[in-house]
């Protein structure tokens, strides 16, 4: 493996961590899900790298439903929902944006150091990919940490699946059967968000997930 | 593929979900629920005899035979209490026919999914079937579509969605500790080929797998701190599904954590989890023990109850060895049956009382005294008194942990004594004193929860010599 | 012989930028000036304001002390030194050894410093407003540009710019994604420091939206001429360094004769007019930001600038 198929697949990756960075960053529905559609087209772009150079054709269906699903048909679709429902716009988050991104950089230094050193004895290529998708896969449970919104916390849960995609193309040889869940999970996913957003909107008339909050159970 | 009852226990799950989706008429559903419940129950039981070859998708052993045994015959049960109490659910307008067709056709998928998980032996397969299943329950919870419904199936959703996608990041780093090993491609997702072959695996790669497996599936598996959606999701959800969800879904998740503990165990520089297990398990135990006592909703108190006993179960598991293993594989056994019987209970008296809140449900053994004497037998089960086969297992680990860790068998005690106490004095409040609340006849059948309790008392005086060897040839599997 | 060659070499350098430094600004004007379908001021205008500056009585306020009649020297020394010490159309110049990236940093620091400390002298407020902004764009411009340094240091192996810049040079570099957030981080804080829109509009009069030339108001004569001839300096400084850096085609190296130095300097023409047009391009696009969105705009620089830092440790561990 030459000095450019890994120099173009860590380009690849790390704009992937820095896409992440770029939603944390969003405060508006709409371009946050346009970062979200770049993300995913990143990330098909990876995966369609790896494929060329781990020579696994089967990698290229993971990049195909990577870039349609993930790149096209769901950022439109919530788009879609958000116009029907009127959903209010800005997303309001839990602690300020500078705090918001100093935990991001921890958080992808924690990783990048933690892989490193475990992966100690693994093949390059592999190790830069598990490290960038560990900090992918930590921003996007940051993200669903530090939003309100409840378009927002999806939009992090979706980033954590790219984040999860990038990892399982990493590993050399991984059967078919990991893609498959990855995507069904996405389809299943999407169809119970569609669900949950539809009816709580129906209920609180927002999707503020702080006034959910006022019926926690425990308060009872 | 020649029809073997390993592919029954998932073909017919699988074949009846799509049947239920399409008729209409619940009370035909309902039945076909129970058939089709019973089916796999038969198919399972066959299993305990004659034994296909494990493949590279499928595998029987000891330790998972005994799982499927044990949940297809709640399944079966819960299927039929689920019968009659759906038909008063219906009839009181909490949920409307079309629900009902969906609400079966996904217990199918539930239980096709959590018997897909046990017998996986593809660790890919397996996450899958897991993941299947938390989704199913997500949709189930929010069934009834109330604002605390929704609350809690958002926030299962969402916490559950972070625990799988952890678990699969560690099933991810599984796979990279075994690629260099067994070699690219299938095998090395395979875990019967795994274990034989995990002494050889990185054992930095297996120590973080399991860290984030332990951080997934523990989520699943109800441990504090990654509890948060358990008391929420009991409470909202249907009460078969919370009967499901403590007595099948949490021990397969619990399953699937011992299968990996089994590929650490062979490999020797690889960190020990007993310890992280043992931790975890206590900490729930006291947490949740303590969260008893303050608890208003019935519903609630047993999820936190249901925390507390798979904080035990852990910490057995944790603990190892032949004693502590054949420990917690038994209290497994008896808390599934006790749990899910109380919450059969459970059920129809929030039905009868019309609320799940327990200052407004009082006196129950005077107005209903076949439903008031079971819940009180059940929670008599579930505190750990003898002579139910709850207060056997519970013993077990206290005197295996005192051999050999006194003052964890302290806490241990010390944790169980404050979850009793608080469960008897929340009884105290529903099932004796002044009637409180409606005392409408309960149309009901109680076989299915005398069934269960008959089962524990059955196994606390007198377990047969043959169950006896096949726990601890199994606890001896699990190393 | 040898020496007194790499004395000249040096000294034209010198020269070479400090002539160049006010051109480069009237480039810039020019072009901003015909985006915008005006004619413009002449290209030589800015040379024309210096000389006619310098031949003004300087008028002091009575408040001033020793440092606000000093300042501009000092100021002006800094800015001077650190532009030839970037090395424009040759690497291995004479006193390169010195043209450590971390001092050219702290030369402009400390000019930085002097000019706000004389914005507060006088006791304006208008100069108080501009001191606090300046300062507060420093502190988060100088990590963003520490975190540069370091991503440099850790690809070519040294904080010297020479080396720096023929390592870039040399095949050797390869295609990576922490030049990028580099360049990119670089771009940002150049355009901080510098004072451009979108920080801080360079042809303003309105004072409360001042940032640098709140800080000089008080300046006339001499001083306000060895003060705006700073500036230019500073800002062909920048331009040489992203250029060095990041194109560092047509540096020739240590060594090469005359008429390759020629044709050094000739590309070094071409690239400063390729960074003026774009400067220029880009502050005619954009507008002006509120100033408490600076700090949001050089926390970005400071992020892509770690981001680099810990790509490269993740590319550099095997």
Redesign the interface.
């Given at each position: 493996m030459s000095?450019?198929d890994f120099?173009?697949a860590?380009?690849l990756a790390?704009?992937l961590?820095?896409i992440s960075?770029l939603e944390l960053y969003q405060d508006r529905l709409y371009a946050l899900l346009n970062v979200y559609a770049l993300h995913a087209l990143t990330l098909a772009a990876s995966v369609a790298w790896q494929a060329l150079i781990q020579d696994a054709p089967h990698l290229y269906v993971t990049a195909a439903i990577a870039l349609t699903f993930k790149a096209i048909v769901i950022p439109l679709a919530l788009h879609r929902i958000i116009v029907k429902l009127g959903i209010h716009r800005e997303i309001e988050k839990v602690v300020g944006?500078?705090s918001t991104?100093l935990a991001g950089?921890g958080l992808?230094?924690l990783s990048?150091v933690?892989m490193?050193?475990?992966?100690?004895?693994?093949d390059?290529l592999?190790?830069?990919d598990?490290?960038?998708?560990?900090s992918v896969?930590l921003l996007?449970?940051l993200m669903?940490v530090t939003r309100r919104n409840?378009v927002g916390?999806v939009v992090g849960?979706m980033s954590?699946?790219n984040g999860?995609v990038l990892?399982?193309t990493g590993?050399?040889?991984?059967?078919l059967?990991?893609e498959?869940?990855?995507a069904?999970?996405i389809l299943?996913?999407f169809i119970?968000i569609g669900?949950?957003l539809f009816?709580?909107r129906e209920?609180?008339d927002t999707v503020d997930?702080a006034a959910?909050?006022r019926?926690?159970?425990?308060r009872? | 593929m020649s029809f073997d009852a390993l592919s029954g226990v998932l073909l017919v799950p699988a074949a009846a979900a799509a049947l239920l989706a399409a008729l209409p008429d619940y009370r035909l559903t309902a039945r076909l629920n129970v058939v089709a419940t019973t089916l796999t129950l038969a198919c399972a039981l066959s299993l305990l005899f004659a034994r296909p070859a494990s493949g590279r998708y499928l595998l029987i052993d000891d330790l998972n035979a005994t799982f499927i045994v044990l949940t297809t015959f709640v399944g079966f049960t819960t299927s039929v209490f689920s019968a009659s109490y759906i038909g008063h659910e219906l009839a009181i307008g909490r949920l409307t026919p079309p629900f009902v067709r969906f609400y079966h056709a996904m217990y199918q998928v539930l239980m096709l999914a959590m018997n897909l998980a046990l017998v996986a032996n593809n660790i890919g397969l397996m996450w899958v079937a897991i993941e299947v299943a938390t989704l199913t329950t997500v949709l189930m919870v929010g069934i009834y579509r109330t604002h605390e419904a929704l609350e809690a199936a958002w926030k299962y959703f969402i916490l559950g969605s972070v625990g799988i996608g952890l678990a699969l990041f560690g099933t991810i780093l599984v796979y990279m500790a075994a690629q260099p090993v067994v070699g690219e491609g299938l095998d090395a997702m395979v875990w019967s080929v795994l274990v034989k072959r995990a002494g050889a695996f990185d054992p930095a790669f297996l120590d973080l797998a399991f860290v984030f497996l332990l951080l997934g599936y523990g989520t699943k598996v109800g441990l504090a701190p990654l509890h948060a959606w358990l008391p929420d999701a009991h409470a909202e959800g249907p009460t078969p599904i919370s009967a499901v969800l403590s007595g099948l879904l949490l021990n397969v998740a619990l399953y699937a954590l011992l299968r990996y503990k089994m590929l650490l165990a062979v490999n020797a520089g690889a960190l020990a989890p007993g310890p992280l297990m043992v931790t975890l398990g206590l900490v729930s135990l006291v947490f949740a023990a303590f969260m008893l006592y303050r608890r208003r909703d019935i519903k609630r108190l047993f999820a936190y109850s249901s925390i507390e006993h798979m904080g035990i179960i852990t910490f057995a598991f944790g603990m190892g060895g032949p004693l502590a293993n054949f420990a917690g594989l038994l209290h497994m056994t008896m808390h599934s049956l006790t749990k899910s019987a109380i919450f059969f209970a459970v059920g129809h008296v929030a039905q009868v009382k019309g609320t799940q809140r327990i200052a407004d449900m009082g006196g129950l053994t005077e107005t209903h005294p076949v439903l008031g004497w079971g819940l009180v037998l059940g929670v008599v089960a579930i505190a750990g008194l003898p002579p139910l086969g709850i207060f056997m297992s519970e013993f077990l680990v206290v005197t295996s942990t005192f051999a050999r860790a006194p003052l964890l068998a302290l806490v241990l005690v010390f944790g169980l004594l404050v979850g009793l106490a608080g469960l008897f004095l929340r009884l105290n409040s529903i099932a004796f004193g002044a009637p409180r609340g409606p005392s409408a006849k309960a149309e009901a059948s109680y076989v299915p929860m005398f069934a269960h309790l008959l089962l524990v008392l059955i196994a606390g005086v007198y377990m047969p010599a043959a169950l006896v060897a096949w726990f601890q040839n199994v606890a001896g599997l699990l190393g | 012989m040898v020496l007194i060659r790499d004395l000249a070499i040096q000294g034209a350098q010198m020269l070479l930028v400090l002539l160049l430094a006010p051109l480069f600004t009237g480039f810039v004007r020019k072009v901003k000036a015909r985006l915008l379908r005006r004619q413009g001021p002449p290209l030589i205008q800015p040379y024309r304001d210096l000389i006619r500056l310098s031949r003004k009585e300087v008028v002091l306020a009575e408040s001033a002390s020793w440092l606000f009649r000093v300042v501009p020297y000092l100021v002006f020394a800094a800015t001077w030194v650190a532009a030839s010490l970037v090395p424009t159309f040759r690497t291995g110049l004479m006193f390169s050894w010195s043209a450590d990236l971390i001092a050219i940093i702290a030369l402009l620091g400390s000019a930085r410093f002097f000019l706000a400390l004389a914005g507060l002298d006088v006791g304006t407020s208008f100069g108080g407003i501009g001191s606090s902004r300046e300062v507060m764009i420093a502190s988060l411009a100088e990590p963003a540009m520490l975190m540069i340094v370091f991503t440099l240091a850790l690809i070519a192996g040294s904080t010297q710019l020479s080396t720096i810049a023929q390592f870039m040079a040399s095949p050797a570099v390869g295609l990576r994604v922490s030049l990028a957030l580099a360049l990119i981080a670089l771009v940002l804080v150049a355009i901080a420091e510098n004072g451009r829109v979108p920080v801080d509009n360079p042809a303003t009069h309105l004072e409360l939206t001042m940032v640098h030339e709140a800080m000089v108001l008080e300046y006339s004569g001499r001083h306000l001429a060895l003060i705006e001839l700073s500036a230019s300096l500073k800002l062909i400084l920048y331009v040489s360094l992203v250029a060095c850096l990041f194109a560092p085609w047509g540096i020739e190296s240590a060594g090469a004769a005359l008429p390759a130095l020629a044709v050094g300097v000739g590309a070094y023409v071409v690239k400063l007019a390729v960074g003026g047009f774009l400067l220029g391009l880009f502050e005619t696009s954009i507008a002006k930001m509120r100033v408490f969105r600076v700090p949001e705009f050089l926390g970005i620089a400071l992020m892509l600038g770690l981001l680099a830092t810990l790509f490269r440790f993740v590319s550099t561990s095997f």
């Open positions: 000095r450019i120099d173009i860590h380009l790390g704009s961590v820095l960075f944006i500078g991104m950089m992808v230094a990048l933690v490193l050193r475990i992966t100690h004895g693994a390059p592999a190790r830069e598990l490290a960038f998708a560990l896969v996007g449970l669903m409840a916390q849960f954590l699946e999860l990892a399982a590993a050399r040889g991984m059967p059967v990991v498959i869940s990855v069904f999970s299943i996913a119970v669900i949950f009816r709580i209920r609180f997930v959910l909050d019926f926690r159970g425990e009872r | - | -």
